[in-house]
């Protein structure tokens, strides 16, 4: 059983990871920013005409049964 | 017990579609890009859903539930009429405004039009998986496509927004490439607290 890579020897590959963690790392933080952006709607609070429309289709439904 | 049981499973649906109110807010104002024609849809399949609560069982998904009927309704007015393939500037100038953060902004706006320039489905799908917190197979149930499908689409959505992102590669003038990535990386920092 030969250990075909040294853990210690990075060398040429050294050059590539720190590609793929650069690419990684802007990928996760365009995912951040995306869950932020819809996080914040979230947390916005909710417009009155919503609850409004709402109340109004319940009290039709009251109404018609 | 039989008297009245259908007001109080209208009470129990509606206080449920409230409580997601703020969700499929989000979801529109992700999906449409502007926020008075967000809010809009979201109002529009709030009430679709209200209106078809007989046929919802209750105690299933309720938000991938709303989240089809948004996502319907959003694609069957698409169709219908305000097909917007170019950045309404108004409307961008709307949206910013519904932002607090001071510091936000420039970033979070540039996703926002980096992410209309991906195909709608793409869009979607990397909202739902990416944003909404939903598994790639309740994003299939909610797009009415296979898991699969779903899985390609987040992929080459990500993979689309960073090279849209890093080339400055949208509707924006004045705006040098690469300076959009830079913002993000650098507000994504802030939030993580270093990496």
Same mark, same amino acid.
């Given at each position: 059983?030969?250990? %075909?890579?040294?853990?210690?020897? *990075?060398?040429?590959?050294?050059?590539?990871?720190?590609?793929? /963690?650069? @690419?990684?790392?802007?990928?996760? @933080?365009?995912?951040?920013?995306?869950?932020?952006?819809?996080?914040?709607? &979230?947390?916005?609070?909710?417009?009155?005409?919503?609850?409004?429309? +709402?109340?109004?289709?319940?009290?039709? !439904?009251?109404?018609?049964? | 017990?039989?008297?009245?049981?259908?007001?109080? /499973?209208?009470?129990?649906? *509606?206080?449920?579609?409230? @409580?997601?109110?703020?969700? +499929?807010?989000?979801?529109?104002?992700?999906?449409?890009?502007?926020?008075?024609?967000?809010?809009?849809?979201?109002?529009?399949?709030? =009430?679709?859903?209200?209106?078809?609560?007989?046929?919802?069982?209750?105690?299933?998904?309720?938000?991938?539930?709303?989240?089809?009927? =948004?996502?319907?309704?959003?694609?069957?007015?698409? *169709?219908?009429?305000?097909?917007?393939?170019?950045?309404? %500037?108004?409307?961008?100038?709307?949206?910013?405004?519904?932002?607090?953060?001071?510091?936000?902004? &420039?970033?979070? /706006?540039?996703?926002?039009?980096?992410?209309?320039?991906?195909?709608?489905?793409?869009?979607?799908?990397?909202? =739902? &998986?990416?944003?909404?917190?939903?598994?790639?197979?309740?994003? #299939?149930?909610?797009?009415?496509?296979?898991?699969?499908?779903?899985?390609?689409?987040?992929?080459?959505?990500?993979? !689309?927004?960073?090279? !849209? +992102?890093?080339?400055?590669?949208?509707?924006? /003038?004045?705006?040098?490439?690469?300076?959009?990535?830079?913002?993000? =990386? #650098?507000?994504?920092?802030? +939030?993580?607290? !270093?990496?």
């Amino acid at each position: 059983m030969i250990e %075909q890579r040294d853990p210690t020897g *990075r060398g040429s590959e050294s050059r590539d990871d720190a590609a793929i /963690d650069e @690419a990684r790392l802007r990928q996760q @933080a365009i995912g951040v920013k995306l869950r932020q952006m819809f996080d914040q709607v &979230v947390g916005e609070p909710v417009p009155d005409d919503f609850l409004e429309i +709402l109340r109004r289709a319940d009290e039709r !439904a009251k109404g018609g049964s | 017990m039989a008297n009245g049981t259908a007001s109080t /499973d209208d009470e129990a649906f *509606r206080q449920e579609l409230v @409580a997601l109110i703020p969700h +499929l807010r989000a979801f529109a104002r992700t999906l449409c890009g502007d926020a008075t024609a967000a809010d809009d849809l979201a109002q529009d399949a709030m =009430l679709k859903a209200w209106d078809a609560r007989a046929s919802y069982q209750m105690g299933t998904n309720m938000k991938a539930w709303t989240f089809m009927i =948004l996502r319907n309704q959003f694609y069957s007015e698409k *169709r219908r009429s305000w097909r917007q393939s170019q950045l309404d %500037q108004e409307a961008a100038e709307r949206t910013l405004m519904a932002v607090d953060d001071p510091e936000a902004p &420039v970033a979070l /706006d540039e996703l926002r039009m980096a992410l209309r320039t991906l195909p709608d489905e793409q869009r979607e799908a990397l909202i =739902l &998986v990416g944003a909404g917190g939903f598994a790639y197979e309740e994003a #299939a149930d909610i797009c009415g496509c296979a898991v699969g499908t779903v899985k390609s689409r987040v992929s080459r959505a990500r993979r !689309a927004l960073h090279a !849209a +992102l890093e080339a400055g590669d949208y509707d924006r /003038d004045g705006s040098p490439a690469g300076e959009a990535m830079g913002a993000i =990386l #650098a507000a994504a920092d802030r +939030l993580s607290g !270093a990496r």
